[in-house]
């Protein structure tokens, strides 16, 4: 069995019931699904009942996939507050 950080370019089933598929490649497109997988992992962990429906699956697939081939447009950070006259004013001593 392949660990996961292994990556040989095949597919195959695990031998329980589950029937998750064990992928493993290098192509763009299963590291994009390795990437999702994980960050489902994340939302589990961030949300009591996250909601994993059609759209975010293909959203999240879709962003991924951008990411590993290097298209990701980063979503800007939150600008630091600008300070105030009156934060700057105490700042200074005169």
Known sequence: MNRPDQISGTSSLRSDS???????GDSPELIAFALLRYLAQLEQAQSP???????????AYTEC??????????????????????????GKRG
Not at 71 to 82: G, H, N, S, V
């Open 18 to 24: 589950s029937k998750v598929p064990e992928l493993s």
């Open 49 to 59: 009942r996250p909601q994993f429906d059609r759209t975010w699956l293909l959203d």
């Open 65 to 90: 996939l951008s990411a590993v081939k290097g298209q990701r447009i980063p979503t800007a950070a939150p600008a630091p507050a600008a300070p105030t006259r009156a934060t700057s004013a105490r």
